[in-house]
C-alpha cells in the first residue's frame, strides 16, 4: 500500500514537487461534484477522468470484491461502529494539518494530490476523517472510503484506491488499563492455538518512542494490543487451514505525523513479504484537537485493493472497476474466491520522446500519467520512463515514455491505438509546451 510512512517521505528529493499549477489545461470556472458546485483556481488539477469514479463507491456495491472484503473485516470488529458515508472532498488542513502532517511534507503538493481549488482536496487517506470521528465521541469505529493520489500507471497503482481506516480508544486510567490487559489475554490465547508465525518488534524503543504525554506501561499495553487485535485480523483475512503452511506476518517500526510507537505490516504470501497496513498508537494531539480527554488508543489504516489482489487473485488494479459481465458475475456478497482469468488481450506499446520547454521544470511523471489517463483511461496498462536526458550544450532536458495500451476485456485495433497515441502528443504540445522528437 502507498503509506505517509517515512519511505514515502524519502520519494521527495525524487521528483521535483512543485506548489504551482500541474496542469495549466483550461479549466471551467467551476466544476460539479456530487451535485455541488465549486471554482477552480490556479491550482486546481482534479480531471474528468477522476472526478467521473466519485459517485461510484464501488465499495458499497454489494457482491463487489472490495465490499465483501470491507464485510469481513466489519464482521470482525461486531462491535465496533461501521462508517462509510464520508465525501471524499477535505480540506487540506483535515487531511494533513489537523494529523500534525509537517508544513513541507511531500503528500501536499500538486504533484502527489487532487485539488479542487486552494481550499479543497480529494482525501488522500482515510486518516483524514480521524478528528471528525473521535469528536463525535466514537470509541471504536471502522471507516471505509475511495481515496485518491497522484501516482505512476502500472497494475498495481491506481489514482483511487481504497482504504480502511480502525481505531479503538480506552480510558487512561486504571479501569481502562484492566479492560485492556483482558482484552490482550483474550487475543494472545487465541493467536498461540492458531497457525500463524509472528516476527515481532518491541512496542517502544529510542527510535519508534512513547509520546511524552504518555505512562510507558499505558503506551506499551495499547501498543500490544493493537498488535493482537491486527494480528487475529489477519488471521482471520490469511490464515488458511491447520493443514496449510502457517501464515507469517511481520511488525516494522514506521514513522507516521499522527502516531507514536508507530508500525507497518506485512504478510508473507506466494514467496514475497507484502506491506499491507500502517498503524500506531494515535499522537494525544489528535485526541485534544477532537475535545476527547483521559484517553489513549490506537489506530490503523489498511488498503484494500491490496488485500483483495492477493485473496482474489486478480492481477490488475484496473479490474477492480470493471463493470464487464465476465467480471463482476464471478462474484458473491460474502464469498472470497480465486478470480477466473477470461483472456489477456495483445498489448500495443507506443513511445513518445520530447524535449521539455527552453527554461522550464521537466514534466512531471504524474502529469504525463494524468494526461494519459485522461485520454486513454483504463485502455493503458503502464506507463514507464525509458530515458531522460539533459542535453550537454543547450541544458535542455528530454523525456521519453513507453505507453502500453492493453483493454482488460477485447482487443485494441491499430487505428484506435494509433488515434490515442496522436492525441497524447496533441495533448502534450498544446498544455505542456513541449517539442516532440
Ligand atoms: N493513513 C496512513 C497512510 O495512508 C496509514 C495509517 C498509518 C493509518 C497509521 C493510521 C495509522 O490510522 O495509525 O499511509
Redesign the pocket.
Known sequence: ?????HG?SLLAGAHHRSFSSAITSKYPHTLEILSEQYSTDEITNVTPAILSKIPLRIHTQTGHPLSTLRSIIESHYPDFSHISSFSPLVTPFKNFDE?SFPKDHPGRSVTDSYYINKELMLR?????H?VEVFSKGEDKWLLTAD?YRRDEIDGSHYPVFH?M???RLYNADASGMEEVKEDNERLSRHLETSNIVIQDIPHISPTNPVQQTHDPVHSELIAKNLKLSLNSLLLRLFGGSKSEEPLRVRWIE?Y?P??SP???VEVFFRGKWLEI??????RQSTLDTSNVQGKIG??????LERIAMILYSIPDIRLFWSTDKRFLSQFKAGEIKMFKPYSKYPSCFKDVSFWNPQGSVPLHDNDFCDLVREIAGDLVEDVKVIDSFVHPKTNRSSSCYRINYRSMDRSLSNEEVNELQKSVITRLTDVFRVEIR
Open positions: 500500500m502507498r503509506c505517509y510512512s514515502y494529523l488522500t487517506h482515510t486518516s483524514a480521524e481515496v482504504q481506516e480502525g481505531a514506521a507516521f499522527f502516531t508507530s508500525f507497518e497496513l500502517g498503524c500506531g498508537v494515535v490506537w489506530a490503523f489504516g489498511l488498503g
